[in-house]
T-cell receptor, first 113, second 115 residues
Framework: GQQLNQSPQSMFIQEGEDVSMNCTSSSIFNTWLWYKQDPGEGPVLLIALYKAGELTSNGRLTAQFGITRKDSFLNISASIPSDVGIYFCAGQGRVQGAQKLVFGQGTRLTINP | GAVVSQHPSRVICKSGTSVKIECRSLDFQATTMFWYRQFPKQSLMLMATSNEGSKATYEQGVEKDKFLINHASLTLSTLTVTSAHPEDSSFYIC???????????FGDGTRLSIL
């Protein structure tokens, strides 16, 4: 099925470093979402973006909805051990006539203390 | 915030057993609920979309007679894996969304293991 192109696929960083990941799509989406998934659990919503160009922060997390509505990035500043996990971007819009989420492949974040 | 409860969290059963998984929105009314399947180290794959009071819409390749979905109320959807076999073993996750452009909120998933 349709997927977003999310990069990087994995990141290995030192605690305290900043993190940046992004998603691109060939399709336009009305909403961009960023989720974090810990092992054995469901994804948890981090940030929701509703307008092209919108820049939104949630604590140390900042995300932007690209002006073309085809991309988004997520930044994490001053990473801490609990940031470890898999981050998924998701575009929400009409896919084949129904409103659905299209997910990126995920970015696995590993932090060395 | 929006809370979605999924139960059970883990099921281990014999081949041929039917397994029911429940998904509840605890503090909001979910006009639409979704069921996903996730294989190890992969992204979520949408199986079906269900709207309260109507039949579920299944994604291409998902057997509707194998994966029965019922969405009888605005707060409850169930997925029944009928006559489960080892190849049905996976992590199943539900999500729920209120009206308009509200985002989907996910349950904690159900790890299904068929022996």
């Amino acid at each position: 099925g349709q997927q977003l192109n999310q990069s990087p696929q994995s990141m290995f960083i030192q605690e305290g470093e900043d993190v940046s990941m992004n998603c691109t799509s060939s399709s336009i989406f009305n909403t961009w979402l960023w989720y974090k998934q810990d092992p054995g659990e469901g994804p948890v919503l981090l940030i929701a973006l509703y307008k092209a160009g919108e820049l939104t922060s949630n604590g140390r997390l900042t995300a932007q909805f690209g002006i073309t509505r085809k991309d988004s990035f997520l930044n994490i500043s001053a990473s801490i051990p609990s940031d470890v996990g898999i981050y998924f971007c998701a575009g929400q819009g009409r896919v084949q006539g129904a409103q659905k989420l299209v997910f990126g492949q995920g970015t696995r974040l590993t932090i060395n203390p | 915030g929006a809370v979605v409860s999924q139960h059970p969290s883990r099921v281990i059963c014999k081949s041929g057993t039917s397994v029911k998984i429940e998904c509840r929105s605890l503090d909001f009314q979910a006009t639409t609920m979704f069921w996903y399947r996730q294989f190890p180290k992969q992204s979520l794959m949408l199986m079906a979309t269900s709207n309260e009071g109507s039949k579920a819409t299944y994604e291409q390749g998902v057997e509707k007679d194998k994966f029965l979905i019922n969405h009888a109320s605005l707060t409850l959807s169930t997925l029944t894996v009928t006559s489960a076999h080892p190849e049905d073993s996976s992590f199943y996750i539900c999500s729920a969304r209120g009206g308009g452009w509200q985002p989907q909120h996910f349950g904690d998933g159900t790890r299904l293991s068929i022996l």
